[in-house]
């Protein structure tokens, strides 16, 4: 035994890489799933050309600390390689841990879709959508049959088949939202892309207080004062009656990154000590991942 083989035996089997074959009815949600496999990480190729999957394969192997995920979409345009298509599949699954994702849906769905889209099917020709249609299924049916998953998106609106993508395929912490919580000064403009807003101006503000002036809502004695003022106690209470409902919903919507800004005059005081509080609060959910910024602190 070699140097190389006794430390891989020591160190356990290598963990296979990841490949989703990613194919079926066309107008069936392909480029949707591309786009929810890139919000997970994982390295997409929409309409591979089909002799370039196994050179792409082959450069994912040699970078796999790059890429560890990949998903590559093909489709009934791909012509003489779907024949070859078990083939392929077989001989991946002997290095990689390769998955076939098929999307179908009812004949009825995909119609409409395209008569929503005003798009011909592509294999219609001088027929009718329904031609296409019939014609692309009767093509596709032995890869269908071979497909370890299939997803029929027939009664799926674009949030819930992100949502079966993100379920089969997302890791743990893929599932919550991530929750920025940023303070900022109103006199230096309000963020235009906070998902909520909420003004701290109805608070007393501690730069009137000489002694807590220089300080800002990161110190204990500023958040003390901030945090012991009528109303802040019911302001928090209110907050976490309402953002609940609020997160709850951007996990169904599969908004997956909201932004809650918290203001006040300059952005030192009030809002810097809110918002620290109020990402203290977030964290104890075990459905969200919080991180915090400071926009305008220090610009005074």
Not at 6 to 25: F, K, N, R, S
Not at 87 to 95: D, R, V
Not at 211 to 234: C, H, I, T, W
Request: proline letters at 5%; aromatic letters at 6%.
């Amino acid at each position: 035994m070699d140097a190389v083989t006794e430390l891989e035996d020591l160190a356990g089997p290598a963990e296979l890489q990841q490949i989703v074959i990613v194919t079926g009815m066309s107008g069936a949600g392909r480029s949707t799933v591309c786009k929810a496999f890139e919000d997970l990480d994982w390295f997409v190729v929409d309409n591979l050309p089909p002799p370039m999957i196994r050179p792409l394969i082959e450069v994912a192997g040699k970078a796999r600390d790059s890429l560890p995920k990949l998903a590559v979409s093909i489709d009934i345009r791909g012509g003489r390689l779907l024949s070859q298509f078990d083939e392929l599949i077989a001989e991946l699954g002997e290095t990689h841990d390769v998955h076939v994702l098929f999307l179908d849906a009812s004949d009825e769905a995909l119609i409409r879709r395209y008569e929503h889209s005003r798009r011909p099917h592509p294999l219609q020709q001088d027929g009718t959508v329904y031609d296409g249609i019939r014609l692309e299924r009767e093509r596709l049916r032995d890869i269908r049959s071979h497909a370890d998953i299939v997803f029929d998106t027939s009664e799926l609106n674009v949030h819930q088949l992100v949502q079966r993508v993100t379920d089969r395929f997302g890791e743990p912490d893929q599932h919550k939202v991530q929750v920025t919580v940023m303070s900022f000064g109103f006199k230096y403009g309000i963020p235009n892309d906070a998902d909520t807003m909420l003004d701290m101006r109805f608070l007393p503000n501690p730069f009137w207080k000489e002694e807590l002036r220089p300080f800002n809502g990161r110190d204990k004695r500023v958040s003390d004062y901030v945090l012991e003022q009528p109303g802040a106690e019911e302001f928090l209470k209110g907050f976490e009656t309402m953002i609940d409902p609020v997160l709850v919903g951007f996990e169904r919507e599969n908004k997956r990154h909201a932004l809650i800004a918290i203001g006040c005059t300059g952005g030192k005081h009030r809002s810097v000590a809110m918002t620290e509080r109020i990402a203290g609060m977030l964290r104890e959910r075990d459905d969200v991942i919080v991180s915090v910024r400071h926009r305008d602190l220090g610009r005074e």
